[in-house]
């Protein structure tokens, strides 16, 4: 969908106040985050790194003087929904240009890095643009939007940006909560043809085992009690470990585990390319390693995995499960799918629905294939129509259901440890978290925030699932 973009200079100010016509008091950025785990990570840093400049978050957007998107460009509708709410921002910045007011709008992320000083064109409210490798730079890029000119700042820059983002106060740290994300590696070298992430976060590049233990030690110190490990890849982390040895991702996990207060450890999204046998054994070694793993698979049919280019077979990936549910029996799994990739055949499809029947997923994510403007897909002949990719998303997601609902059941009368996470939204409970990530619900008396707890759980809730302390499991 077409917004109402107009084109037009892009060195032409675009009404924003200069620094005479800025209201006094402290400065507030709103960010709204689309797309992956990532992304939710990095706005957290873009907010670090404003706080250090003076900017305090807010969650109301009419408050805001900066607003910042952090973009998803994975499928058209994402990168799309950013077009129409930088529609309404627009119409926003031209009431509050009326009322004399600054507000700067930002776009960041995976559309910023693809689409770069194209938004500024299609998007008149935009003030600054900047791509991933760069939100170290952006308390400089803002200053320069605030004098009123338009930034795009995209170049990978040839510093590490982790060394250069402050680092989040503790008292920040612990409004946070007791579970938190940590970035250890970055960009994909693998090229699957459908997507597009190999453009928009670069090469792989994998942050030190020093500047990762030393993140998490200040999480752990903070109070967060459970630390996921985040990467687009994040298995094919590796690093000089202190001991002067290559490390993979599995001896990472056990030294992360050492860090006293951390009680689980997770990790996503990884490539089934790349799970060793350091990674497998660290999921039959380590306890606080959570029994979950998401491992996307795309397609159950050779034909399409090659097209794919995701270098392996549907039995290669059968034949790791099985390795991984040797070491680690109580292991659920989570995965993704595309449905409809170019050439997609009905036999294609139906190799899809046998693996999934095989393999039983715990939980899972499925799309209809989006040609991305730029990935070999996209050029391929034989693209699927909309309507038979319509019907594949719906068989395949029945079914998928259905597994989630009878992983759910099955863990009724079981008692397993919580994380207690929140406060409930009903007065007297509170809301913990399963070890594969399924909210659970029980009674405050059950234990403080932070804690973890035995739970039995006595029912299903509609997404969540009802429990008791259990004393003394
Ligand atoms: N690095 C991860 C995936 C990151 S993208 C991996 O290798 O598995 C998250 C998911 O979005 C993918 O697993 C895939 O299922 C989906 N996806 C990516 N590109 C897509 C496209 N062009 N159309 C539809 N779904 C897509
Ligand atoms: Fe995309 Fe494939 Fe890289 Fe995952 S492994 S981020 S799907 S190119
Ligand atoms: Fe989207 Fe970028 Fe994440 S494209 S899925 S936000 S890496």
């Known amino acids: 969908m077409e917004t109402d973009a107009t084109i037009e200079d892009l060195d032409a100010p ?87 007011r600054e507000m700067l709008v930002g776009v960041t992320g995976c559309v910023a890095q693809a689409e770069g000083s194209e938004i500024l064109r299609r998007a008149p409210a935009v003030d600054l643009v900047v791509g991933p490798q760069t939100y170290h730079r952006l308390p400089d890029v803002v200053k320069k939007a605030r004098s009123g000119r338009r930034i795009v700042e995209t170049e990978y820059a040839i510093e590490d940006k982790f060394e250069h983002l402050p680092q989040p106060k503790r008292a920040e740290l612990a409004r946070r909560g007791v579970t938190a994300f940590l970035t250890v590696q970055e960009g994909c070298d693998k090229f699957c043809t459908f997507c597009v992430v190999p453009y928009t976060r670069g090469s792989e590049v994998s942050r030190s085992v020093s500047q990762i233990v030393s993140e998490a030690e200040r999480l752990a110190e903070a109070g967060v009690r459970e630390v996921t490990l985040l990467g687009q890849n994040v298995n094919a982390w590796h690093g000089e470990g202190p001991d002067g040895t290559e490390w993979g991702l599995g001896r990472l996990l056990f030294r992360l585990a050492e860090i006293p207060g951390i009680a689980r450890l997770r990790y996503t999204t990884s490539h089934p390319r790349d799970m060793d046998d350091d990674l497998i054994a660290a999921h039959r070694d380590l306890r606080v390693l959570m029994p979950y793993l998401h491992l996307p698979v795309q397609s159950g049919s050779d034909r399409i995995l090659k097209a794919m280019n995701r270098q392996h077979k549907a039995a290669d990936y059968l034949r790791l499960l099985d390795r991984i549910r040797q070491a680690r029996p109580d292991i659920a799994l989570s995965g993704d799918f595309i449905v409809g990739f170019p050439g997609e055949s009905d036999a294609d499809f139906e190799d899809t629905m046998r693996l999934v029947e ?30 038979i990719k319509d019907d594949r998303l719906q068989k395949l997601q029945a079914l998928l259901t259905r597994q989630q609902n009878e992983f ?10 919580t994380l207690i996470e929140k406060p409930g939204r009903k007065a007297g409970q509170v809301v913990g978290r399963s070890p594969w990530l399924q909210p659970v619900i029980v009674d405050e008396s059950a234990g403080k925030i932070g804690d973890i707890v035995s739970v039995r759980i006595t029912r299903l809730g509609t997404n969540s699932l009802y429990g008791e302390a259990v004393q003394g499991h």
């Open 358 to 387: 095989e393999v039983q997923y715990a939980s899972a994510y499925s799309f209809k294939y989006s040609p991305r403007p730029g990935t070999p897909g996209a050029e391929m002949s034989d693209h699927v129509p909309e309507d």
């Open 14 to 100: 675009t009404g924003a106040p200069t620094n005479d016509r800025v209201a006094e008091g402290p400065k507030k950025v709103f960010v709204k985050t689309y797309g992956c785990q990532m992304n939710v990570y990095d706005s957290q840093r873009m907010s670090d790194a404003l706080a250090a400049d003076g900017y305090s978050s807010t969650e109301k957007i009419e408050d805001a003087d900066l607003i910042l998107l952090n973009t998803c460009h994975i499928r058209e509708k994402a990168a799309e929904k950013v077009y129409s709410e930088l529609g309404r921002l627009r119409q926003m910045k031209n009431e509050r240009a009326l009322q004399g």
């Open 408 to 417: 759910a059941a099955s863990l009724v009368g079981k008692t397993f440890e």
